[in-house]
């Protein structure tokens, strides 16, 4: 038999002779008897290994396992048999400690004197050079129950108090060797090497026990792998934190994964135009974003992907606001154009600054923005005459006369209409200007705006 197993038979032992209760006494107490007037039938008596004391002339008492009322009442009958109605009292003098055992690998001494409200932790905490606790698998031993598991990692480390059991006398912690498994954990770890898992341990207990991931990435977007012989296996950091995704083996490689950053290039209506670097994967927006998001003149309306030969169109406008695009990937390699923004209006008439204005991707562009775009109205102008010009179906300009003064001082709505592309918006002078003679007009008024 195993030399650990030996010494836990014996604490076993030791806790059927004597854990029998902290009321009941056992061998090694110190009794004394008081006879009142009958010094022959008093003193000190030690409670021998068979559980018993033996007072001179009185004879032989049975100690062990009763309580000392028991006792008391045992001596007392002896002694009236040859004094009536003789008083006696038994004290217990001194109490033999009771202990609780601790039975590891590599520990000589395991029992340790039991004090009320002693936990596992306590007893554990009394030992310093005990190996690392995930190599134990460990069982509390009380006389009459069966064995309870102890998580000693969880206790410990985590502070997990349902581990923490309470203590009674005689109680046998056992730490037997656990049955372990090596495994490999590589990559993007802080103590990259062969770690050893218990059997009920998996791919996030190996990950933090070499150190947990070495760079600051959202454990999302980290891919951890596990190689087993020609296979492999593919998942996220944030899946394995959050659930066991595998069962791992006896020698497998557990590869932890940070994003690949990769050069692409950038051109057309951004800020800086030129080669920048993402992560592989990235959503298309995130290389705009890097080099330096969109001009004044540019639209991400129809912007295009140039890849292996192939050209790709987006409307990545629903991207600039953090939105993904599973189709809209950037790779090594990539060369994405961001065109211009064609889609504009004119604002002419008595305003500041005339001119042609561009529609911003994502918003709507009403008549009290086309007013601010040209700087608000010129001297001459008014706000009651407003004209929005549209060409129909078949290329037509139809015009239609807003009195924008109303949405101003009343909050009219339908007084401050929407401007699409191609619309021409034009602030009238106080006398106001004919719509027949405002169409007849507007091959001038259109010149004027390029030519100044």
Excluded: C
């Excluded at 498994?181 to 070499?210: F, N, Y």
């Excluded at 296979?231 to 932890?256: A, C, H, N, P, Y």
Aim: net charge neutral; glycine share 10%.
């Amino acid at each position: 038999m195993p030399r650990l197993l030996l010494v836990l038979f014996a604490a076993l032992m030791a806790t059927n002779l004597f854990a029998q209760g902290p009321s009941l006494l056992k061998a090694g107490d110190l009794l004394t008897v008081t006879t009142a007037n009958r010094p022959q039938y008093s003193g000190d008596f030690l409670v021998g290994s068979d559980g018993s004391f033996t007072v001179q002339v009185l004879g032989r008492f049975e100690a062990a396992g009763r309580t000392l009322k028991d006792v008391e009442a045992g001596v007392r009958k002896r002694v009236r048999e040859f004094v009536r109605d003789a008083e006696v009292t038994v004290i217990l003098k001194q109490e033999l400690p009771s202990f609780v055992y601790l039975v590891a690998p590599r520990v000589q001494d395991g029992a340790v004197i039991w004090i009320p409200g002693m936990t596992v932790r306590q007893l554990i905490g009394k030992y310093n050079d005990l190996q690392p606790l995930d190599s134990y698998a460990a069982k509390l031993y009380s006389q009459g129950q069966r064995a309870v598991d102890i998580d000693l990692v969880a206790l410990m480390r985590q502070g997990d108090q349902s581990q923490d059991k309470e203590l009674k006398p005689g109680d046998v912690l056992a730490l037997l060797p656990a049955a372990d498994k090596p495994v490999w954990v590589v990559g993007s770890v802080r103590t990259p090497g062969q770690v050893r898992l218990r059997s009920s341990e998996g791919v996030k207990e190996a990950i933090a026990a070499a150190g947990g991931a070495s760079v600051s990435t959202s454990p999302a977007e980290m891919t951890v792998l596990l190689r087993r012989g020609l296979e492999t296996f593919r998942s996220t950091l944030s899946e394995v934190s959050q659930r066991e995704v595998w069962e791992v083996k006896d020698g497998d490689t557990i590869v932890v994964q940070a994003p690949l950053e990769v050069a692409v290039s950038v051109g057309g209506f951004v800020k800086k135009p030129g080669e920048v670097s993402v992560r592989e994967g990235s959503p298309l927006m995130a290389a705009i974003v890097q080099a330096g998001g969109v001009e004044d003149q540019g639209t991400l309306e129809r912007t295009l992907l140039f890849r292996s030969g192939e050209v790709r169109v987006f409307d990545a406008r629903s991207l600039a606001d953090g939105g993904t695009d599973p189709g809209a990937k950037v790779q090594s390699g990539d060369f994405v154009y961001v065109p211009e923004n064609k889609r504009d209006y004119s604002v002419l008439g008595f305003v500041v600054k005339p001119g042609r204005k561009l529609i911003p991707d994502g918003r709507a562009v009403r008549l009290a923005d086309a007013l601010a775009a040209a700087d608000g109205l010129a001297p001459r102008g008014t706000y009651r005459h407003a004209v929005v010009l549209r060409a129909d179906g078949k290329g037509v300009y139809v015009a239609k006369r807003y009195d924008f003064d109303t949405y101003v001082k009343g909050g009219d709505v339908g007084q401050n209409p929407e401007i699409l592309p191609g619309d021409i918006v034009f602030f009238d002078q106080v006398s106001g200007t004919n719509l027949g003679d405002l169409l007849r007009f507007l091959p001038n008024l259109l010149l004027f705006d390029r030519l100044f």
